[in-house]
């Protein structure tokens, strides 16, 4: 035991228990048979979400190194992005093969009735390069243009919300319906894409977890005023 939490930081285990946790939740379910009424729709959903989850988590790793000066988050992007792509594999195979029996020409059709699924299937073609290029050897053969395509994932995220969005009901741009969840998943996006402006990186690289201390006990004990 004692090796084992040697090789691996509470940070990895977290991660793992965390990225198998939907799939193993799942099974316990059907098992116990415990699902909605609609099982299929609720495993696509139920994927769909945790690889989104999974995305952003990602896409979180850096800011937290940034400001919190803490290395071990960028060294764990790599596995959360990975996850986040098994789990999008997954919530596709069961749109095309649980849910529409691999009807090649019935998901076309729907592809083209639904522009959500279509925007779905763009991201997923988008972030397949992305999953089997993060390993290190691709990163020494494209060299440069390794973080160019990898930068794609900050468009590839917000294509991801609104899929997410559009397949809800409800309209997120007239804050109507069933958007909570798509609206929280957008605005947590746009603050990442907001920290990748130069000048904001910037101040946040020069911040520090002191800086942030020394703030919170500013506002807690604030100075009497002087008459």
């Known amino acids: ?74 060294k764990r992007r790599r596995t959360l992005g990975l996850y986040a792509f098994m789990y999008a594999v997954i919530h596709a195979i069961i749109f095309v093969d649980l849910d529409y029996g691999l009807a090649w020409s019935l998901i076309a059709k729907t592809i083209l009735q639904k522009p959500y699924i279509l925007v779905g299937m763009l991201s997923f073609l988008l972030l397949t390069p992305l999953a089997f290029t993060s390993f290190d050897i691709w990163k020494r053969r494209l060299g440069k243009n390794w973080k160019r395509l990898h930068q794609l994932v900050y468009f590839i995220a917000p294509l991801v919300i609104l899929h997410y969005a559009w397949s809800k009901k409800g309209n997120i741009f007239l804050l109507q319906g069933d958007i909570v969840r798509p609206f929280v998943y957008g605005l947590i996006i746009a603050v990442f894409l907001i920290f990748r402006i130069p000048a904001i990186r910037k101040s946040l690289a020069s911040f520090s977890p002191r800086q942030l201390t020394l703030l919170l006990k500013r506002n807690q004990h604030p100075k009497a005023d002087t008459p």
């Open 1 to 74: 035991m004692k090796r084992f939490f040697s090789r691996y930081s509470p940070l990895q285990i977290a991660i793992h228990l965390y990225a198998w946790s939907t799939i193993a939740r799942l099974i316990i379910e059907a098992v116990m048979g415990t699902l909605s009424v609609n099982p299929i729709q609720e495993f696509e959903q139920r994927t769909g979400r945790q690889a989104l989850t999974l995305l952003v988590l990602s896409l979180a790793c850096t800011p937290i190194s940034t400001i919190f000066k803490w290395t071990e988050p960028i």
